[in-house]
């Protein structure tokens, strides 16, 4: 390129790609906060967003959980600046969004299927990001090498995208998507399409590149193991409206109602008696089973929901404390087992445990106690 | 606080405003251009039209026509689709290829063949001499029996892609179910297959009834006296008596017959179909149980079943009619070479006597280079419009695009000579009858809706979620049309420029109008040659056009395949590290 073309080149870049090379290894991660927005689309009776408040921390990893739908898709279209908002506002680091054309909002998409440029190579297809913001020849050779490096794709630079596997298309729309530092970056469902072991390997890589970077991260996904492993923090939707948004850990200990307990993780339900409350807790009974437990607003002397994960289940012979019922069948599933138990109340119940671990097997049929410890139930 | 939200550019609504705009005023304004003459004076002259006793006769005649030639196509195309439907690879493929050969060469090209084919001293005539089976030659040209067979001829290859493209999608567990269920192979065709092809039998049927009732060069040049059509008529009154008001009025009832099977054909099976779209399926419900009454035909077939379920006899029957497709060009060839005189099949002596007297003549070679300036420009106009209004296409709401969709494939279904018509009339007012661009603009509107629907089922074709991820990464919607868009549909974009440039290249209605002593295209030479004597000379011409149509498309899939070759390029040199 002749000299004073390249001068003019200099000159065009604007001060944000200017920022951006000069600083190859800083993030620019911004804060998203999506505030009380609406989305309806014509001739459809609900919102497919519904007053929704979220926000994602800078550099936070967080993970729109939900049904397919439930709005995820749509709120991850309205950051990125495809679906206009019916009401509400968009702020990227407190600045509106809304009005900004997707190509100058300066966000990093994954798209489902990845939406690679078929007719470009994988390097054309990370530098393209890099021409649109005229960053000068020689920064966008050093940035797209460094980023291939960081994928472990520099020996694919010149293929096509269809000549690669899911998995490395997969870590080149990742590439394309982070080479220019965007200020947030966006997945939606980005492993859906790869089989269960290749997904495992790239959550832990998606995991391990958001850490290197440190980006501020929006990631929808319908897969809640999914979404515990990789999040910093679960946002759980449901048509439209946001659920409960926790870290994983909270999200699956305390479910703040039977949808989000069910959701994430399996889950028992069982009907039972709140007697009072005291000190942080209710005092519940079960069918003479009592005990006290944490929760969230049940009326006492009101008929309530106790919510207890198979695995804090525990069953023994007949005659201990708890719950009275008759095995109905047990399922083998490779590490654990699950035991069928109809209650004599009339529920059913899941008890999962490990295999091989309690040496007495339980035939169809056996009358059981199940029993639990109460600081790990929760009534709803 | 958004109270107003900023919406960006609407490019998608201006490209497509554009192109509708282009065929309002270049193709549907002369058409109501010419319609205002019918409706001058209250009307009369179009109760003259009605009234006149040859005019209804014609009319009668024309309908007669198109109703019979459409159940003879389905009956030669149906076996056909069929076999390609249930066949795989590349017996589907050579199937298709072969029965839709005829496309690929113009309607004149095409009528001119048939019509050395079949005269008096021609090929079919010597062959039956020869053997003996008669003793005097037979006149086949210029009587029905000419008429019916090129015509068939034209029209076998629209049925044939409008049933393949519905067969295709019929899932062969039906018919493998109905076997287990105990149906005869001839059974289960009858109660399954059948009924679920009828959508495309009946989409079929209205789309080459519909060409038929337009038909114009084919009974001009083999027609007999009693074959006059209407499009005949509507030509001889303008051109020959200069009659406009009741050449207008006849054209109106020729657009009111066809608009009235156009509208059907929409209700029926819906425009969307030509863009790959689905059956709406409306009141075909009730045809399809009308179509279950040929199981009936079961009992008097069952003794002939296992000749009927032979694939043997089929193939046989297919074999036949894709030799059919062929004899045209078994014969034209040959015949360009021969040193005689008159038609002489096979030549007893081979010359190039006949190409080089049309290399020689100032008439063929101007005439060449104004059929390409003008098919050029016709091919520029109709894919860039085709690739704009794609992109507006596929972003316009429903109704916009329900509107838009039957104004843009009009032109390809309203016959042809009424907007010859009218395009010559109003060109002539303003000055740009008997130009080149006057053709150019007229043929570009004819050859839109064909590009159209390749290049808007390209672009249908695309992902959106690459546009919006070229738009994530920094690019406008314009950048991203001109780098994304623009390269992925490319190779489809040659195709249509040359579909393009041969629909302008071949067209003889409106150039039998528009060109005359300035600007005379090749069409418009061979028809006055064809409808003077029919010679070698003739058929050299249309081995030439033949062979540029030809050359043309190799370039075209030259050109196409190279990004692909460029591809594999940088696989071997990987693989080869």
């Known amino acids: ?31 998203l906060d999506i505030v009380n927005v609406t989305k309806r689309f014509r001739g459809t009776a609900t919102p497919a967003v519904e007053s929704l408040n979220l926000s994602v921390e800078s550099g936070q990893f967080l993970v729109l959980l939900g049904a397919s739908g439930s709005g995820k898709t749509t709120t991850l279209m309205m950051v990125a600046g495809f679906v206009q908002p019916d009401d509400g506002d968009i702020q990227l680091g407190s600045r509106s969004i809304v009005n900004v054309p997707p190509e100058s909002r300066n966000i990093g998409v994954v798209f489902q299927n990845y939406a690679l440029f078929p007719h470009m190579t994988v390097q054309e297809n990370v530098r393209f990001p890099l021409q649109m913001r005229r960053v000068r020849h020689q920064d966008a050779d050093r940035r797209v090498f460094s980023i291939l490096e960081m994928v472990g794709l520099s020996g694919m630079a010149r293929r096509y995208p269809h000549q690669l596997s899911g998995g490395q298309q997969q870590r080149v729309a990742l590439a394309r998507a982070l080479v220019f530092r965007p200020s947030i970056l966006l997945m939606d469902e980005p ?61 699956f200990d305390r479910p703040k109602n039977r949808f989000v307990a069910s959701f994430v993780g399996e889950c028992n339900f069982l009907s039972a008696r709140v007697e009072g409350n005291s000190s942080a807790g209710w005092d519940v009974d079960l069918d003479g089973y ?23 289940l525990r069953v023994s012979d007949e005659g201990h404390p708890g719950v009275a019922g008759a095995v109905i069948d047990t399922l083998f599933v490779g590490d654990s087992e699950e035991i069928l138990v109809r209650l004599d109340q009339g529920e059913s119940v899941t008890i999962r445990r490990v295999t091989g671990e309690a040496a007495t097997r339980f035939p169809p049929g056996t009358r059981v106690t199940v029993s639990w410890s109460w600081r790990n139930a929760l009534v709803l | 606080m958004n109270s107003e939200r900023r919406r960006s550019i609407p490019w998608g609504m201006i490209w497509l405003t554009a192109v509708i705009a282009y065929l309002l005023v270049v193709y549907f304004g002369p058409i109501a251009w010419l319609l205002r003459y019918a409706l001058e004076g209250g009307g009369g002259s179009l109760l003259q039209v009605l009234g006149s006793s040859v005019t209804r006769s014609i009319l009668v005649n024309t309908l007669t026509f198109a109703a019979a030639i459409t159940i003879l196509t389905l009956l030669f195309s149906y076996p056909i689709a069929y076999f390609a439907a249930t066949s795989h690879g590349r017996t589907r493929n050579a199937l298709l290829l072969v029965s839709t050969i005829p496309l690929w060469t113009s309607l004149l090209v095409r009528s001119v063949a048939w019509l050395i084919v079949l005269a008096r001293h021609g090929p079919v005539n010597e062959i039956l001499l020869a053997l003996g089976l008669i003793s005097e030659p037979l006149n086949m040209t210029h009587n029905t029996v000419g008429f019916y067979v ?93 009659d406009f008001t009741r050449g207008a009025a006849l054209s109106l009832v020729l657009l009111i017959c066809s608009l009235a099977c156009l509208a059907l054909f929409g209700w029926v099976a819906g425009f969307n179909q030509f863009m790959g779209g689905r059956y709406r399926g409306k009141s075909l419900g009730s045809l399809q149980r009308v179509s279950l009454k040929l199981r009936y035909l079961d009992v008097p077939l069952r003794p002939l079943a296992p000749v009927l379920e032979s694939r043997r006899l089929w193939l046989i029957v297919v ?152 738009r994530s990464l920094g690019a406008s919607t314009l950048t991203s049309t001109r780098r994304i868009m623009l390269p992925l549909v490319r190779p489809v974009l040659y195709v249509a420029a040359l579909l393009a440039f041969q629909t302008s290249f071949d067209e003889i209605v409106v150039a039998l109008f528009m060109s005359g002593v300035q600007t005379r295209t090749i069409p418009r030479l061979m028809w006055e040659g064809a409808r003077l004597e029919v010679n070698p000379a003739i058929s050299a011409v249309a081995v030439l056009v033949l062979g540029a149509i030809l050359i043309l498309a190799v370039v075209t899939g030259i050109v196409q395949q190279a990004s692909l070759w460029r591809r594999q390029r940088v696989r071997v040199e990987e693989s080869s590290q």
Request: a neutral charge; charged letters at 15%; proline letters at 7%.
């Open chain 1, 290 to 312: 009592r005990g006290h437990c944490e929760g969230s607003g049940p009326e006492p002397s009101r008929p309530a929901t106790l919510a207890i994960r198979p695995h804090v």
């Open chain 1, 1 to 31: 390129m002749p000299a004073t073309e390249n001068r003019l080149y200099a000159r065009r870049q604007d001060p944000s790609a200017e920022e951006l090379i000069a600083g190859a290894d800083r993030t620019t991660a911004s804060r």
């Open chain 2, 319 to 470: 074999t036949i009619t894709l030799v059919f497709m062929f004899v045209p060009y078994i014969v034209i060839i040959p015949l360009s070479f021969s040193d005689a005189e008159y038609l002489e099949f096979p030549p007893s002596t081979w010359s190039l006597r006949w190409y080089e007297e049309i290399a020689g003549s100032s008439r063929w070679l101007t005439a060449g280079i104004t059929s390409v300036v003008v098919g050029g420009i016709a091919a520029a106009i109709a894919v860039s419009l085709s690739f704009v209004g794609s992109l507006g296409m596929r972003d316009a709401p429903g109704r916009v695009s329900r509107v838009a969709l039957p104004l843009i494939i009009a032109p390809m279904l309203i016959p042809s000579i009424i907007y010859s018509v009218g395009a010559f009339m109003t060109a002539s007012t303003i000055g740009l009858s008997d130009t080149v661009l006057g053709i150019a603009l007229a043929h570009a509107a004819l050859a839109l809706p064909v590009c159209f629907i390749l290049i808007a089922t390209a672009v249908d074709g695309v992902d959106p979620a690459i546009e919006r991820a070229a």
């Open chain 2, 150 to 242: 090129s015509s068939l001829y034209i029209l076998v290859p629209t049925m044939v892609l409008v049933l393949f493209a519905s067969m295709r999608g019929i899932d062969p567990a039906h018919v493998k179910s109905a076997r287990t269920l105990g149906a005869h192979p001839l059974q289960a065709f009858l109660n399954v297959y059948v009924p679920l092809s009828i959508p495309a039998v009946v989409s079929g049927c209205l789309l080459v009834f519909i060409i038929a009732l337009g038909f114009f060069v084919t009974p001009s040049l083999l027609g007999g006296p009693s074959d006059r059509q209407f499009s005949m008529l509507i030509q001889q009154t303008v051109d020959r008596f200069a």
């Open chain 1, 191 to 251: 492993l859906g399409a790869l089989d269960r072991q290749l997904r495992g390997r790239m959550q832990q890589e998606i995991r391990e590149i958001h850490r290197e970077v440190g980006a501020t991260t929006l990631y929808v996904t319908h897969d809640q193991d999914e979404a515990l492993t990789m999040a910093d923090r679960v946002a759980v939707l449901r048509e439209g409206r946001l659920e409960q948004m926790a870290t994983p850990q909270n999200l």
